[in-house]
């Protein structure tokens, strides 16, 4: 009886699985019952996913011809595989868009029957927005850097096939949690040590890790949103809320400095001239260039249903918790 229902498990494929969004859906697939292929290339770190009951296929989305194994007998593929920061430009369209337009044409060619492509896109494709500007899934795209370009090129090769696959693109804002050593994990380092930089206005989405996998499920196995672009994320919040927040959750009463928003934007700057010189990733994210990423994610509640469970004092504490548990703060 239990060989027959393992075999009658629906066969999924996520790449960029050992990642800190990846790894945690595909725990989350797995404790559904569905049969996950993890997929990265050989050189990924693996520790996060290595105890769970994925099948681990090594390939790279910017070989094609490596994928074409990988993805007989998956009913559905969720696409994460990106990156994120290099210090070269055209790595990001090589890698991200080239990647993804592999995976693309891999299934087609390779004629096999899907329920859902789902590409794992990101507010950076949309681009910053203004200050009291809120932007839907129609609003026109101006992204502001070259992983955004990329992933918008993704979107618009995922959309141009959406007559012959069933595909879902999901856009996320910065997302946090367990797991996570970009974006608020700078925020959670500076404010444990006891320095707490305000930097003044600024509003953006957040996506506590737990629920933006819920929601990537969500929207995975709803008939309604086939074809669809849809934001993922929590409400909007003030760059003091997210301070405040994290501060709480670190339990540290920080000395308080001021810095200047143009003096952060020229931070990044030679942060990330220093990683080209090096050949290194840049250690600020180019997103705190631009004070305002508003998105309306109303969309996804009335299609899909999902609406963000878990509030931003509880979620910096589990992941504070955990960065401290773990030895990373």
């Not at 299934?107 to 910053?128: H, N, T, Y």
């Not at 004070?291 to 509640?301: A, G, P």
Request: aromatic share 12%; hydrophobic share 40%; net charge positive.
């Amino acid at each position: 009886m239990k060989k027959d229902c393992e075999a009658n498990r629906e066969k999924v494929l996520v790449t960029g699985a050992s990642g800190f969004i990846g790894s945690h859906l595909t725990g989350a697939l797995i404790k559904k019952g569905y049969e996950v292929t993890a997929l990265l290339p050989p050189s990924d770190d693996t520790r996060w996913i290595k105890n769970l009951n994925a099948t681990i296929f090594y390939g790279d989305i910017t070989d094609k011809a490596s994928l074409f194994k990988a993805v007989q007998g998956v009913t559905s593929i969720y696409h994460l595989a990106a990156i994120l920061e290099s210090p070269r430009s055209e790595r990001f369209y090589q890698t991200n868009y080239q990647g993804a337009k592999n995976l693309v044409d891999v299934c087609l060619d390779s004629k096999i029957e899907l329920k859902r492509f789902l590409l794992v896109s990101s507010v950076a494709a949309l681009g910053p927005s203004k200050e009291n500007e809120l932007l839907d899934e129609e609003a026109p795209c101006f992204p502001a850097t070259d992983y955004g370009r990329s992933k918008l090129l993704c979107e618009q090769y995922v959309r141009s096939k959406k007559k012959q696959m069933p595909v879902t693109i999901l856009r996320l804002p910065m997302v946090y949690g367990p797991r996570c050593f970009r974006g608020l994990f700078f925020i959670f380092k500076v404010l444990n040590k006891g320095i707490r930089i305000s930097i003044g206005n600024g509003e953006m989405n957040l996506g506590f890790v737990e629920d933006i996998v819920d929601g990537i499920v969500k929207a995975s196995e709803s008939p309604f949103t086939i074809g669809k672009t849809y934001h993922l994320g929590d409400k909007i919040y003030t760059a003091n809320e997210i301070l405040n927040a994290i501060e709480k959750a670190v339990e540290k009463k920080p000395v308080r400095l001021r810095f200047p928003f143009p003096l952060l934007r020229l931070a990044v700057f030679f942060s990330e001239l220093f990683a080209d010189i090096a050949g290194t990733e840049s250690i600020l994210s180019p997103y705190l260039k631009y004070r305002y990423w508003r998105l309306d994610v109303s969309k996804s509640e009335r299609e899909f249903g999902f609406k963000a469970k878990t509030s931003l004092e509880l979620g910096a504490k589990i992941t504070a918790d955990w960065y401290k548990r773990e030895g990373f703060i």
